[in-house]
């Protein structure tokens, strides 16, 4: 292998993290050519995961280092999500240890995620929402999950509850979301308040102030409610519920309510 060649690869593996992805996107930044990233795959440099990904040969890459290139290589804006992100910062109840669990990643925009990423056998199973939720984001409604040599942007947990409300379909969901909001009870208003009112479901609004005073959370007293448009008519959340004469939402009936 000429001088070149080995100053390219170095370069290259420099740039891959442990247990990271490199993309095809990387390797052109990287003036790598689709035939020389052959060779490396030929020599035992790097191992294919799929059409348009690499990871060093005798690595396994995790599923943050996929989240990790489709952000940081890619551009998308994809991120973890819902209770995907409170499990991660430590907020949820019960985080699901071990492989199998589920995780929620959504988009912000129409955009389709790469085959290799939505077929690679990771260690969990990964659901994906385009949810647009919001008109705009502010600056404080993405925060950073250091994993050791990178980061993958992922939801602060005022925007988290807001994703796993609007993706409620079924009474158990809400009853885990009431749960999920008990162990809320350091929410920043300030932010909270800009994503409410930036929040275009009617759904996920009401939900969210219904079950932050059912909490009793402290947190609901600063936030100013005028300025956040519930729309109007009644919604069914909770089949089988009662209707809440405030935010004119179904929810569970006292004896539903889970204990908290």
């Known amino acids: 292998m000429s001088i070149h060649h080995k100053t390219k690869l170095n370069k290259l593996l420099q740039a891959i993290?442990?247990?990271?992805?490199?993309?095809?996107?990387?390797?052109?930044?990287?003036?790598?050519?689709?035939?020389?990233?052959?060779?490396?795959?030929?020599n035992g440099w790097l191992q294919?995961?799929?059409?348009?990904?690499?990871?060093?040969?005798?690595?396994?890459?995790?599923w943050l280092g996929g989240v990790h290139a489709l952000q940081s290589q890619l551009g998308l804006t994809v991120h973890v999500a819902a209770v995907s992100a409170l499990e991660l910062q430590g907020r949820a109840h019960f985080v699901p240890l071990g492989t199998g669990r589920s995780v929620t990643l959504v988009s912000d925009q129409r955009e389709s995620l790469p085959r290799w990423f939505t077929t690679h056998k990771w260690s969990v199973i990964l659901n994906h929402r385009r949810l647009g939720l919001f008109s705009s984001l502010p600056g404080d409604s993405i925060t950073q999950l250091d994993c050791g040599g990178f980061s993958v942007q992922i939801s602060p947990p005022e925007r988290a509850i807001l994703e796993e409300l609007q993706l409620i379909q079924s009474n158990s969901a809400l009853e885990h979301a009431i749960l999920l909001m008990e162990g809320l009870s350091t929410l920043r208003p300030g932010i909270l308040q800009q994503l409410l009112e930036l929040c275009t479901s009617v759904k996920a609004k009401r939900l969210l102030l219904w079950s932050g005073e059912h909490c009793q959370h402290t947190w609901m007293n600063r936030i100013d409610v005028t300025k956040v448009d519930l729309g109007a008519g009644k919604r069914q959340v909770f089949k089988g519920g009662v209707l809440d004469p405030k935010y004119l939402i179904t929810v569970p009936g006292p004896e539903e309510l889970p204990n908290v």
Do not use: W
Request: glycine share 10%.
């Open 17 to 42: 993290h442990r247990n990271g992805v490199v993309t095809t996107t990387r390797l052109q930044e990287l003036a790598i050519s689709p035939q020389l990233a052959r060779m490396y795959v030929k």
């Open 48 to 62: 294919k995961l799929g059409v348009g990904a690499f990871a060093r040969v005798g690595e396994s890459p995790d």
